[in-house]
């Protein structure tokens, strides 16, 4: 019973093995306990115990973790891609106990109705998972009571802090634009609006990451003497009998928390399993450990150097993100309206702790929304845009075309612009067409990953006309704000000499606003900036995708994988499809639906 970082004396095995310990591994090691503590579980993840790490638990210090030199985050370094001016796009994913939700954002997020019926995979449809997504919540926000839960682990609020003002302000702003405020926009159906942000975050600011949520209190219990976790240890590959029944799992100590020492190479240990072993690695972590394992396409195993056990070509297909750009506003606010001081001042970070500081508690984003053009926007799409909103949004109403956040602060290296207060907008594209792939190279943990991001590959570049509309959309709700006082133009598109559209610095609010012209040349110039600067929004999905076989699919509804016995996958991995919403409710969805069907099967 406990946190590990070498196992323990007669672990050897065990009835269950999780292999990954992210956000939706520890659902399901924390349901498998509760519903039978003499079940032994064995729960393995990469990275560090994130117990009571202050900059987890702390909600504020959330932009530590994409640091380059973050030990809570693993990079994913993709492919040079011409499409995306030649860069080589980083995605960083969850490193830590806990995974994303130990180090994201924190935002309370659910998918749409129409996202989960899409996968067309029996017992996952929105009604169908509508009693995992209220299990998981105890809710504080608002909105009808009867669509979310209240006894349930994950605490979802207001948290210790919120900037009314500049909350209020963009609210007004972006009703003038045509977009009202919604109380509540995760009811699956609501869609086309503005909402006063809840947060993965108690009432008294603690962050509320699933290891801490499901995880940790039962490990310091002596009620579960049964589960166990091993931290800082990477799984190689899932090994299997002769007849392709999963029996445990190869492990290595991860060299990230090894002392540097000139030894040999680290041992590969092994662990066995008596009844099931669960791949939870993440979109980008779990293709990699399939295909080491003998399961995927057999010419990637055979250019990697290993030996096909299952022919699954569906294994690291399919990979899928939200392309976000960001775009930093010059405001008015004061000081206590945003982190940019927190952020400035390194040094004052054990003061905030000590005097038990509100915003502690403050992720900065108290505003988001899901977006639909007008019916005068779609008329003036192109018509290879327009072809795509008619096919694919049009009838389905509750589809957002884009998401959009608002965050307090730059979101950047803040010596990189003058002492100020900033707000960063976010734009999201919510169902990129586009799509990409996560493949090894060899045998080893060690080995490069071919990894292709695929943003901006989808034909007729909808997806970078998406993010051209949602750029203009956005700058005129921040143009009619009261605190706007212009652009930060290095952070925004290099328009021509003489635009109409150009950055502007002001001094007070802008009066009599009309929306602004653009160019083709302008448009040109916004997306030179996206192809440049388009990234990640860390909601990395799809790469073991739960679809038939001849599908490209590699798990069925019950999350088996195909062609093997006592192998289940769980994380965000599986989803066939995108879903409109931050992604981290989804993926402990997944937990809570993947260990009903394992309490099930396991007669527990």
């Not at 096909?308 to 000081?335: A, E, I, K, M, W």
């Not at 999201?428 to 990953?449: C, F, K, N, Q």
Request: hydrophobic share 35%; charged share 25%; with cysteine.
């Amino acid at each position: 019973m406990g946190v590990y970082t070498k196992l323990a004396d007669g672990l050897g095995e065990v009835d269950v093995i999780i292999a990954g310990g992210g956000t939706a591994a520890c659902v399901v090691a924390g349901r498998l306990a509760e519903a039978d503590p003499k079940l032994s579980i064995l729960l393995i993840e990469g990275g560090q115990d994130n117990y009571n790490v202050p900059n987890i638990v702390h909600p504020v210090f959330f932009l530590d973790h994409l640091l380059p030199t973050s030990k809570t985050t693993i990079f994913y370094k993709g492919n040079k891609a011409k499409q995306l001016a030649d860069r080589e796009v980083i995605v960083p994913s969850g490193g830590t106990l806990g995974g994303g939700s130990s180090i994201n954002f924190m935002m309370y997020t659910r998918a749409q109705r129409s996202d989960f019926d899409s996968w067309k995979s029996s017992g996952w449809s929105a009604d169908e998972l509508w009693p995992y997504m209220k299990k998981l919540e105890n809710y504080h926000g608002q909105g009808e009571k009867d669509h979310h839960g209240y006894d349930g682990p994950v605490h979802i609020s207001d948290s210790t802090f919120r900037a009314r003002g500049s909350q209020d302000d963009f609210l007004g702003a972006a009703a003038k634009v045509g977009w009202p405020e919604i109380k509540d926009l995760q009811n699956l159906d609501a869609n086309n609006g503005i909402e006063r942000w809840q947060r993965y975050i108690s009432k008294d600011g603690k962050r509320q990451d699933t290891a801490h949520t499901y995880v940790h209190e039962k490990l310091q219990s002596e009620k579960y003497p049964n589960l166990h976790v091993l931290v800082e240890s990477k799984v190689v590959r899932v090994l299997f009998d002769d007849d392709k029944r999963a029996v445990g799992v190869e492990y290595t100590p991860n060299p990230d928390f090894q002392p540097a020492l000139a030894t040999s190479q680290h041992p590969k240990l092994t662990v066995r399993a008596r009844k099931q072993v669960i791949v939870s690695c993440g979109a980008c972590g779990t293709p990699p450990v399939l295909e080491r394992s003998g399961l995927g396409d057999p010419e990637i195993l055979k250019r990697a150097g290993v030996p096909v056990v299952v022919d699954l070509p569906g294994v690291g297909r399919n990979y899928q993100d939200h392309h976000l750009s960001l775009y930093p506003y010059r405001t008015s606010l004061q000081p206590h309206e945003t982190i940019d001081s927190v952020l400035r001042n390194p040094g004052n970070r054990q003061n905030l702790i000590d005097s038990k500081d509100d915003i502690l508690g403050w992720n900065s984003i108290d505003i988001s929304s899901k977006l639909r053009p007008s019916e005068q926007d779609v008329a003036e799409f192109d018509p290879e845009f327009k072809a795509a909103w008619d096919r694919d949004y049009k009838n389905s109403p509750d589809r957002p075309l884009m998401l959009m956040g608002v965050v307090s602060c730059f979101l950047g290296d803040p010596s990189s612009v003058p002492e100020a207060q900033y707000l960063t907008i976010g734009n999201y594209t919510a169902y990129p067409y586009s799509r990409g792939h996560m493949h090894i190279t060899g045998p080893e943990v060690a080995d490069p990953l071919d990894f292709d991001v695929g943003f901006f590959s989808d034909a007729h570049d909808v997806d970078v006309k998406k993010q051209i509309w949602a750029y203009k959309k956005h700058r005129e709700i921040m143009r009619r704000t009261s605190m706007y006082r212009g652009e930060l133009a290095p952070g925004h598109p290099a328009f021509p000499a003489g635009s109409a559209a150009a950055c502007i610095e002001a001094d007070a609010p802008l009066s009599d606003v009309e929306d602004l012209k653009y160019s083709s040349e302008d448009d040109a110039a916004i997306e030179k900036w996206l192809r440049e600067n388009i990234g990640t929004t860390w909601h990395s999905l799809g790469t073991a995708k739960m679809a038939p076989r001849e599908d490209f699919g590699v798990v069925n509804e019950y999350l088996d994988v195909w062609g093997t016995k006592g192998l289940k996958i769980a994380d965000l991995s599986i989803p066939p499809t995108n879903v409109g919403a931050n992604t981290n409710n989804t993926a402990i969805v997944v937990g809570e639906k993947a260990a009903a069907i394992l309490i099930k099967e396991l007669g527990l």
